[in-house]
């Protein structure tokens, strides 16, 4: 018969071997990991050494934070006005050029932010910071 066909040539293939197509995509990734590892060394610095002692010296800015019901804190301790201008007082006597950041929440009453505000105005606290937060657009 001409126009008949080998039966070995209707095999039709059910399943596609992605193994060398995986191989090649891994040797393909390595071959890139290792160029950008490469080609991303940086600029030399003779960085300067620092001491393996520990350092006994505590931060010097103190951070007020008033919570949303009026809470003040000292660093992370709770404290009431008159406690706050005491501590403050005596710091600003270890160190006259004492930093100090306000941190006070967005629903705060105005009046309480204001009152320590004269409070460090009245400890002649010059180095004076308020914390807000960057607007993401």
Do not use: H
Not at 10 to 20: E, G, L, Q, R, S
Not at 39 to 48: A, D, E, F, R
Not at 66 to 90: C, H, K, N, W
Not at 92 to 105: E, F, H, Q, T, W
């Amino acid at each position: 018969m001409a126009g008949s066909i080998d039966s070995g040539e209707k095999d039709v293939y059910d399943d596609i071997n992605i193994t060398p197509m995986l191989d090649l995509a891994y040797v393909l990734m390595v071959i890139f990991i290792i160029m950008c590892t490469a080609t991303v060394q940086g600029i030399k610095v003779n960085l300067p050494k620092a001491s393996q002692a520990p350092t006994l010296a505590k931060p010097q800015t103190k951070a007020i934070t008033i919570t949303a019901d009026g809470t003040i804190f000292l660093d992370t301790f709770p404290v009431s006005l008159p406690q706050l201008e005491s501590l403050l007082r005596q710091y600003k006597g270890a160190n006259p050029n004492l930093p100090v950041i306000i941190k006070a929440d967005g629903g705060l009453q105005y009046q309480r932010i204001v009152d320590v505000l004269d409070l460090v105005n009245r400890l002649e606290i010059s180095q004076l910071g308020l914390v807000t937060q960057r607007v993401v657009k």
